[in-house]
């Protein structure tokens, strides 16, 4: 779920066309979750194929990605989520008693042919399995898009990539790459620009946006040790926060105070007793070198046997996403000729 930091965060709405050439560190499992709640059927089942695999999170990987990479340039590097913190137990639990909630509403809205609240409980209920992340980076293999396996979370990961400037930005719904350091975040990376919301069967726009660390510290005059204590006072994914502490009134206590040290007694004593270990895991988490970012040529053969053999996507439509990945590696490979003339 992230920390819910919406209320004090300092953006800037972008356009897709500035994020051309841009290498961007995508948060996949928060991707695949989207792809995964949102393409299924009127009546809220997901995509499968005639095996009965879900296809939905690969429809959206395969189609979104390589409409981004032909009509904007935007260079994906897609991190996957490792072994979660030991403290993120709590709100891993709390996540899958949510789901099996909006299952049983689910099943009893199409028991009551109510099919466009099936839709709306629906979309809660998504559940990414060891084998479709499995298969998300299959598909990424046989595209030619790199990924990267995070040693623990995808977030830490995505920050240090920026932070090192191996990728322009963190790429994520979610505000936790700031606490992990991520100079910059974008969120909402959209082709339709668009997001169609069950809960009120309406769409809202989506207009990109683009987060820089420095500006938003510098404009609440905080640090960035400032801000995850911040974010530990109102609820992060490792603790539930203290009641009545929201976004604003946080960061008006830590101006004041300084830390959570240095919080009054009524108030430190309503903290969690490892808040100093919740700070260790986003000031210091773990991360790895070990990855590369080269894009390597599509595998055509296996793309069209993985997707339209087993899994009963059309042969037309995915032809069209080989076509798409041939012009991205002539992209590329310009862009390498170029550079390398200058370096001559």
Not at 38 to 45: D, M, T
Not at 122 to 140: E, F, I, N, P, S
């Amino acid at each position: 779920m992230g920390t819910k930091l919406r209320l004090i965060i300092v953006k800037k709405e972008i356009s897709l066309e500035q994020l051309k050439r841009k290498r961007l560190a995508v948060d996949a499992n928060n991707m695949l979750y989207q792809f995964l709640s949102i393409i299924r059927l009127p009546n809220g089942s997901p995509l499968k194929d005639s095996r009965g695999n879900i296809t939905s999170h690969l429809a959206g990987l395969v189609f979104r990605t390589t409409r981004l990479i032909e009509e904007y340039e935007i260079l994906p590097v897609f991190v996957f989520d490792g072994r979660p913190p030991v403290l993120k137990g709590g709100e891993i639990e709390k996540r899958d008693e949510m789901r099996k909630k909006y299952e049983v509403e689910w099943r009893k809205a199409l028991e009551e042919h109510d099919y466009a609240k099936a839709f709306s409980k629906a979309v809660m209920t998504a559940r990414l399995t060891k084998q479709m992340v499995g298969d998300a980076k299959l598909l990424l293999q046989l595209l030619g898009i790199p990924y990267i396996q995070a040693p623990s979370e995808t977030e830490a990961q995505c920050a240090y990539m920026a932070m090192k400037g191996d990728v322009w930005a963190a790429n994520s719904r979610d505000y936790d790459s700031l606490l992990f350091g991520a100079p910059r975040l974008v969120r909402y990376i959209t082709i339709s620009g668009t997001e169609f919301m069950p809960s009120k069967g309406v769409a809202r726009r989506l207009i990109p946006e683009l987060i820089e660390l420095n500006e938003f510290l510098l404009h609440h005059e905080i640090t960035r040790e400032q801000l995850v204590d911040l974010a530990i006072l109102i609820g992060t994914d490792f603790n539930s926060g203290i009641r009545g502490i929201g976004p604003m009134k946080a960061l008006k206590l830590i101006r004041q105070y300084g830390s959570l040290d240095q919080l009054p007694n009524d108030l430190r004593s309503q903290l969690p007793r490892n808040y100093a270990e919740i700070e260790e895991i986003f000031l210091k988490p773990s991360v790895t070198d070990d990855y590369h970012l080269a894009y390597e040529s599509t595998n055509e053969e296996g793309l069209l046997k993985f997707l339209c053999e087993e899994h009963d996507f059309s042969w037309d439509c995915v032809e069209k996403v080989i076509e798409r990945m041939k012009g991205l590696s002539q992209s590329l490979k310009s862009q390498r000729e170029l550079e390398d003339w200058f370096d001559k």
